[in-house]
């Protein structure tokens, strides 16, 4: 009842930069957390960033200074801006979003993910 639907990414060479965008939809009430999260081939899903509703964020060490994560005004859309990329940047980048459908029921949904492929 929940979609998010990503865009950006994509082929980009090292040391330049790419912005996600992830849109949400749907019956919600509220979102308290927007974040993004990456999954390169053979390795577990991690973290990349997270933004609350009251605007607090966090980085996995190896994106601080040069990843930031934002959200629009309607607090729907989060965004990743990805500068100095680097070739172990590749991956393929999920949006995920989490808080309350009306009723209120909690959510706690995935994106389809988005590829992002950083060249040497």
């Known amino acids: 009842q929940v979609q998010l639907v990503e865009s950006g990414g994509g082929l980009v060479q090292a040391g330049g930069s790419a912005k996600l965008s992830c849109a949400a939809s749907g019956s919600i009430l509220s979102i308290n957390t927007m974040g993004w999260y990456r999954q390169a081939p053979g390795k577990q899903r991690e973290l990349v960033a997270t933004t609350t509703s009251r605007g607090v964020v966090s980085y996995t060490d190896s994106v601080k200074g040069r990843f930031t994560i934002s959200r629009d005004n309607t607090m729907r859309t989060v965004y990743l801006q990805m500068n100095s990329l680097k070739p172990e940047d590749t991956a393929v980048y999920y949006c995920?979003?989490?808080?309350?459908?009306?009723?209120?029921?909690?959510?706690?949904?995935w994106g389809q993910g988005t590829q992002v492929t950083v060249s040497a």
């Open positions: 995920n979003a989490v808080g309350f459908l009306t009723g209120p029921r909690p959510f706690n949904s």
